[in-house]
Structure formats: structure tokens, C-alpha cells
């Protein structure tokens, strides 16, 4: 949904999305803009962030989840997931099985030894 202009002024839209958008390098250049994200965020890789001296970085990923924990941040969150994540349930109850899954049972099970 773009931005709305009101009065010619920007109001700023809420921007929700999964953790697999999530990056220093998105949410700095949304920030500051009309764009109030709501980005999950991923779990660091061993368990803290390093910034490196990169301090707009650090700031909009601060402000991303300092937006994330308002109120107003997880009922947008939560508003993604009923929408997103029931028309995904959706396509996987109803699609037939992957085309990975039909040949893992004609082939059945497979074992990375080697017999010699």
C-alpha cells in the first residue's frame, strides 16, 4: 500500500514483514522515510549483534524493534500472520505433495553411507 499524502504532508504507513527481509542495509534506507517498519527479527548468529562502527545501522534496527514490541507493532505482526501465514496453510493442505516428497516415496529412505 503507498504512502498516503495528506495536506500534502506524508503520513507514515506501517510496513510488516517476516524475518526473511530483514537487513541493516533495508532498514536504513526506510528509515527516516514514510515507512514505519515492523520487520521480525532473526535471532543473531551467536547471540549478539556486532556493529562495527556502523551507528545508522544500529539505530534503525533499535528503532525496528523497539517498534516491534509496542502495542500497536504486534497487532500489526499479528495481522501479518493471519493473513499471510492462513493462505500458505491454505496452498499446503490443499496442493498435492511436493515434487521432492513424491520421489522421496518412490525411493524410499537414503543414507549418506557408503557399503563397501
Known sequence: ????RV??????????????????????????GVWKTGIAE???ANGY????GDEAARKAVYANRTRLK?????ETMR????????SFAHILDRERPTRNSDSAIQNGPT????TS
Do not use: F
Open 7 to 32: 495536506g500534502g504532508v506524508d503520513e507514515p504507513c506501517a510496513l510488516a514483514a517476516d524475518k526473511g527481509y530483514h537487513s541493516r542495509k533495508q532498514l536504513k534506507a526506510l528509515e527516516g
Open 111 to 114: 543414507t549418506n553411507c557408503s
Open 70 to 74: 509496542s502495542g500497536i507493532g504486534r
Open 42 to 44: 532473526p535471532e543473531p
Open 1 to 4: 500500500m503507498p504512502p498516503s
Open 49 to 52: 549483534l556486532r556493529w562495527h
Open 79 to 86: 495481522r501479518r500472520g493471519e493473513m499471510v501465514e492462513r
